[in-house]
């Protein structure tokens, strides 16, 4: 697909956006990085955009800023499930450097912000030429496979409420401010259970004063709390990134930038 649905286009650089609020860009060289910046655009994304549909090949690679994306199946009765979701400390387009060119899955922002393309003939250059670039990818992949496959065992086998603890605090980690904007009815959707469900371990959890919610907006007011209602999933994938993420190969003055979990 050639860009978000509704995107708007910005200067890549200006005094509220920076390629280095994408972790992965910022942990790149200074050199580096700003070789990229004239192929690097700034996009504008709001709720519902899809950047990415099943069998289809991505034009370009996302690295978000301040949006998160979230990535998921859509089966052939309409029902889904979120298998991963991609902020700041990420990006959307992994098959475009590992060669697949397409997945069997959907990337649909969730929280809207910004994010930075880049094209993929020109991503797949940057990958076969930059070493530190390569190498970081290569570590997110990784870290990626790690948070798909712990989010099925998640579904598999922890309750409607420890699921959306671990999913309320990933997407809150990836968030520039203190609230989730988004329906009950799309976050069971992206769970994959009933509107009801959401709704019971929803109340239950501001009734322990972990969050509040009104229609359409949730926000966390105990973290530490919420940790504890949340499975092991949630430490699981933050562990991988921190282990992975920070210990990337690369050299510069940027080197060393930790994900959005530190």
């Known amino acids: 697909m050639n860009a978000p649905e509704r995107a708007s286009f910005v200067q890549c650089r200006s005094p509220a956006h920076s390629p280095s609020q994408n972790h992965l860009l910022a942990a790149l060289p200074t050199a580096e990085l700003d070789a990229m910046m004239a192929e ?12 990415g549909a099943p069998g289809k090949a991505l034009s ?5 800023t301040t949006a998160v994306i979230s ?5 052939d009765t309409g029902a889904m ?26 990337a649909v922002v969730k929280c809207g912000g910004h994010a930075y393309r880049i094209a993929r003939k020109q991503l797949f250059q ?3 030429a930059s070493g530190p670039l390569r ?12 948070q798909i496959g712990q989010t099925a065992t998640c579904y598999r086998h922890h309750t409607i409420e420890q699921q959306l603890s671990r999913w309320l605090l990933s997407a809150f980690d990836r968030l520039p401010t203190g609230e989730l904007v988004i329906t009950q009815e799309l976050a069971a959707a992206l769970l994959g259970v009933r509107r009801e469900s959401i709704s019971d371990a ?10 509040s919610y009104r229609r359409g907006h949730i926000s966390i007011l105990d973290p530490a709390g919420l940790r504890t209602r949340a499975c092991e999933c949630y430490a699981v994938v933050k562990a991988e990134f921190q282990r992975l993420l920070p210990r990337a190969p690369v050299t510069g003055s940027n080197t060393h ?4 979990y530190v």
């Open 135 to 146: 190498s970081l990818l290569l570590l997110y992949t990784q870290a990626l496979i790690t």
């Open 60 to 64: 370009y690679a996302y690295f978000p």
């Open 202 to 211: 929803a109340s239950a959890l501001r009734d322990e004063g972990y969050i």
């Open 71 to 75: 990535l998921h199946y859509l089966t």
């Open 126 to 128: 940057r990958f076969a």
């Open 40 to 51: 690097l655009e700034l996009v504008s994304m709001l709720l519902g955009d899809r950047v």
């Open 257 to 260: 930038v930790k994900g959005p």
């Open 81 to 106: 499930a979120e298998t991963a979701d991609v902020g700041r400390e990420g990006m959307v387009g992994v098959e475009l450097f590992l060669g697949g060119d397409a997945t069997p899955s959907s």
